[in-house]
DNA sequence: CTTTGTGCAAATTCTTTGCACCAAA
DNA sequence: TTTGGTGCAAAGAATTTGCACAAAG
């Protein structure tokens, strides 16, 4: 993905695509690890050096409200940001922390009875556990 | 659910029951709303006036390590507490905030290929809307 | 020019920690 | 009398807010 891909992108959400902006997403399409905001905001710093948490922190709410990016819950510690809006599950490791892209959800996953009774806008599944690599550890 | 029940319910998980963790775990047990630790805070210390915030937190994370209660990280703001640790789903409405109980999960949303990558321990199913009350209004 | 975006500092909120006192075994 | 539990005050961490300056249309 580059630069002009995420550019782009943000344009067919109305996002004005400011430098900062288009880095956050480009970043985002680039490192599928369902990043923080810290992590967002120490990768892209070295190359904008004026960056600061705050615009990372409107920016990511700002593509939330347009739909752009998934806020996934999965880590009770720090809200994490994932580009990919299809829907699909996540793991979350409880020994390395680390949150892994699942399969797409099976459709009966959504044939709930009780549904006629809610607006669904959005639904997130998450396995928690170890993951294969802290197992061996 | 009585006190004495939620006693003897610590009791089978090797939880020594004292006056704050019985009351804590009764409020559990008959206010299924999936309170968060203000809400359960708020509502002991009328009853227990000594009762501080670091106790209910202290408590629930006891309980949580005990396998006693589930921890719900539907909700970014705050940790909201389940004393049903059977597999279930929920939905938050945005709207109003609340947390509901919806079905069992079905066994196979847990046959997923890639489980043989992981050990999973827990799973959450969480739906995101607005509910039936708050489409009205 | 006029609106929108950025970023610093401060404020807020949620949760954990250190420690002294209290209670139970 | 020794271990474990409670609760105050303080610390820590994540996120939001207020505001002045900068940038873009």
Redesign the pocket.
């Known amino acids: 993905m580059t630069y002009m891909q995420a550019h782009r992108y943000l344009m067919q959400f109305a996002i ?1 695509p ?4 288009t880095a956050v997403m480009e970043y985002l399409m680039n490192h599928k690890t369902h990043p ?3 992590e967002i905001y120490m990768a892209l710093s070295p190359g ?1 050096p ?6 990372v ?3 990511l ?1 700002l593509f939330i409200d347009k739909g752009a990016v998934q806020m996934l819950t999965i880590d ?4 994490r940001y994932d580009a990919d809006t299809s829907r699909h599950a996540h793991f979350y490791c409880n020994s390395c922390g680390k949150v892994t892209d699942l399969m797409e959800l099976k459709p009966t996953v959504y044939e709930l009875p009780e549904m006629k009774d809610y607006t669904v806008s959005s639904v997130q599944l998450s396995f928690y556990g170890t993951c294969k690599n802290c197992r061996k550890n």
């Open positions: 004005r400011s430098v900062q902006r923080t905001v810290d904008i004026t960056l600061s948490k705050t615009t922190y409107n920016t709410n009770e510690k720090n809200a």
